[in-house]
């Protein structure tokens, strides 16, 4: 069972009224009340609209998409590096699954340690 990064958070409450936990910064794509984050993975899983046309991905592939996604676009990881020590990244995926917060934040730990 993988263990979540311990600066990631799980959104609650239903899609039209997510709770984000105090302290946290939303890493998700739109919602009510939250605008698409920088940190959303624009990949999803199920049925990805925007970004694939359409095409399907498991959590797996949408993970991986994320990944190559970061090393595309490493501001998004200097960027979560710039943010306070302690903050939480908020995700709606259960802490005992694989999320794409942890792929940032693994980066982030990385980049921060390099300095």
């Not at 069972?1 to 105090?22: D, F, I, K, L």
């Not at 595309?72 to 979560?80: L, Y």
């Not at 939480?88 to 794409?100: G, N, V």
């Amino acid at each position: 069972m993988p263990t979540a990064h311990p600066r990631r958070a799980q959104v609650t409450g239903n899609r039209y009224s997510p709770q984000v936990p105090v302290g946290s910064i939303w890493a998700m794509r739109e919602a009510p009340g939250h605008a698409r984050s920088v940190y959303a993975n624009p990949h999803a899983v199920g049925t990805c609209k925007k970004t694939c046309r359409g095409r399907t991905h498991d959590l797996a592939e949408a993970l991986r998409l994320y990944a190559a996604y970061l090393d595309e676009h490493p501001e998004i990881v200097r960027r979560a590096a710039t943010e306070p020590d302690g903050t939480r990244f908020a995700c709606r995926c259960p802490l005992d699954e694989p999320c794409h917060v942890d792929e940032l934040l693994r980066r982030v730990d990385e980049l921060r340690a390099a300095v």
